[in-house]
């Protein structure tokens, strides 16, 4: 191959161009070919060209823009630069794609491989969060022996004081309790008619003789609690203990089994008294 070839190539394709009256603007715009590459071909200069079958259709879309026989001026290219050399520096057709190829699997090979090392841990991340979350449910559900064990025990019945017996009869009599009729000495002390008051209990009668509050506890259980007015009463059975308050002490008039009690204390006063049927009888006015 001679030297001057492949310039006197290039050159009839320029001068070609400039009889037609085009511009390398105008091919590239029709054709689609940068100005680069068409400069490239007007200079024979092959290291620009793409090489194989891509060289060969530029030639051919210059060639029928400038009015060149297509097809004589690819064979010309063909001879002038044979196959092997038009390719030389770069690589054949088949083997770019066989390499975009390569290419473009691995870059999905290295998605698919990013995407799942980053969905498995994430994944196991929240079936753990899902699994602590349920064994945490099922720990906080208390199970019925746990439950029977958190029960506080149920408080002792208070003991019951026994009552004392009244010795003497005339503090019966003056507390206003009849004594008991004795029994037959061939009948037994259990045999006593029912329904007969038990000596042990107490009946207590509060008044106002003027508005005064009182709060009144009896066995154990609120019994009172209000502002009592001149005319009201309040009556209370008391088997172990009467615990009774008052805003003031002259205002309020007790009786107990009837009997008159004295002044709980001086006017104004407040005071708390406890009254039980072993010392009830402190509290009665003639005693």
């Not at 891509?54 to 001879?79: C, K, M, N, Q």
């Not at 945490?136 to 064990?149: E, F, I, N, T």
Request: glycine residues 8%; charged residues 25%; without cysteine.
């Amino acid at each position: 191959m001679t030297a001057d070839r492949p310039v006197d190539f290039g050159t009839r394709l320029r001068q070609a161009r400039e009889r037609k009256g085009v511009t390398l603007r105008e091919i590239a715009n029709r054709t689609k070919i940068s100005i680069g590459v068409l400069e490239s071909l007007e200079r024979t200069d092959i290291s620009r060209l793409p090489g194989g079958i891509f060289s060969r259709a530029f030639v051919r879309s210059y060639a029928r823009e400038v009015g060149l026989d297509p097809d004589a001026t690819v064979e010309e290219f063909i001879g002038l630069f044979p196959h092997d050399s038009v390719t030389a520096g770069h690589p054949r057709s088949d083997q770019v794609e066989d390499t975009e190829l390569f290419e473009s699997d691995r870059r999905v090979a290295s998605s698919v491989l990013w995407i799942l090392l980053i969905s498995v841990p994430l994944a196991g991340g929240v079936l753990y969060l899902g699994m602590s979350q349920r064994a945490g449910a099922l720990h906080s559900q208390p199970r019925p022996a746990a439950v029977a064990k958190a029960l506080p025990p149920e408080p002792a019945p208070a003991p019951v004081t026994p009552p004392e017996p009244v010795a003497d009869s005339s503090i019966q009599a003056a507390a206003g309790v009849a004594p008991p009729p004795s029994a037959p000495a061939n009948v037994p002390a259990d045999s006593a008619q029912p329904g007969a008051a038990p000596s042990d209990s107490l009946k207590v009668e509060l008044s106002a003789r003027r508005p005064v509050w009182v709060s009144a506890t009896v066995d154990g259980q609120k019994a009172i609690g209000r502002l009592l007015q001149v005319g009201d009463k309040e009556v209370v059975d008391v088997k172990r203990e009467l615990m009774l308050t008052a805003g003031d002490a002259s205002a309020v008039r007790m009786t107990v089994n009837g009997a008159e009690a004295r002044s709980l204390g001086k006017n104004g006063e407040v005071i708390t008294a406890r009254v039980t049927p072993a010392n009830f009888k402190d509290y009665l006015l003639n005693r």
